[in-house]
Every structure is written in structure tokens, then in C-alpha cells.
């Protein structure tokens, strides 16, 4: 199983990425997908997951990003999304995607794949 991570960059306070996700090696479909997020000297942070087609494709946000970030899914490319807008210094954080079977779960010890990292930089 391979989760590569992109789309990660520098940008201003109140500018937009997006970040994807691209799996490869597991039935996508019937996988939940995660990001999380680690700053510097922290540890690592639920920001928002979708669960598998199968099982309704709920999403769940931090409270920290409701209403900046959108996770979706495109099972036909194995691809999950994070849209992210008015981002924040705060925000600034390695943007890991995570994989698990059908639900998602907001503790990063049950997610079983884990992708490489993505560097999102927010100025002020």
C-alpha cells in the first residue's frame, strides 16, 4: 500500500491549497481516509477524515477548521482531497494522509497507512 501526499506550499494568511492523496495497493473504495497534521515540537492532529463509500462517506472536522477545510473523495482516480481556504499561520503544519477500513476515527493509532507528508507554510 503507497499513500503520496502533495500539494503542500508557502502561501499568505488568508490564501487557498490544495492538498491530494493518492493511494494505491488497497481497494479504495472501502478505505477511510484521514489527514493530520504535525507542527513543530507538537504532536500529531486530527483535521478531518471521510469515511468509505461503503459505509456513507461521513466527514468529520476539527474544530479548528470547520468552515476552511473540505475533505473529499474521488474513488475513481483513488484519490482523497483537503481543500483548504482562509488559511491561518496556525495552520502551518506536515499534512499527512492516513488510511483505515471502512469508518474513520480521529486518533492517529488506528489509522493503518500512512503517506509521507506534505509541508504546508502560512505567512503572516
Known amino acids: 500500500v503507497q499513500l503520496q501526499a502533495s500539494g503542500g506550499g508557502l502561501v499568505q494568511a488568508g490564501g487557498s491549497l490544495r492538498l491530494s492523496c493518492a493511494a494505491s495497493g488497497l481497494t479504495f473504495g472501502t478505505y477511510a481516509m484521514g489527514w493530520f497534521r504535525q507542527a513543530p515540537g507538537k504532536g500529531r492532529e486530527f483535521v478531518a477524515g471521510?469515511?468509505?463509500?461503503?459505509?456513507?462517506?461521513?466527514?468529520f472536522y476539527a474544530e479548528s477548521v470547520k468552515g476552511r477545510l473540505t475533505i473529499s473523495r474521488d474513488n475513481a482516480k483513488n484519490t482523497v482531497y483537503l481543500q483548504m481556504n482562509s488559511l491561518k499561520p496556525e495552520d502551518t503544519a506536515v499534512y499527512y494522509c492516513?488510511?483505515?477500513?471502512?469508518?474513520?476515527?480521529?486518533?492517529?493509532?488506528?489509522?493503518?497507512?500512512w503517506g509521507q507528508g506534505t509541508q504546508v507554510t502560512v505567512s503572516s
Open positions: 492516513a488510511a483505515r477500513k471502512w469508518q474513520y476515527r480521529t486518533n492517529a493509532d488506528n489509522y493503518d497507512y
Open positions: 471521510i469515511s468509505s463509500s461503503g459505509s456513507g462517506s461521513y466527514i
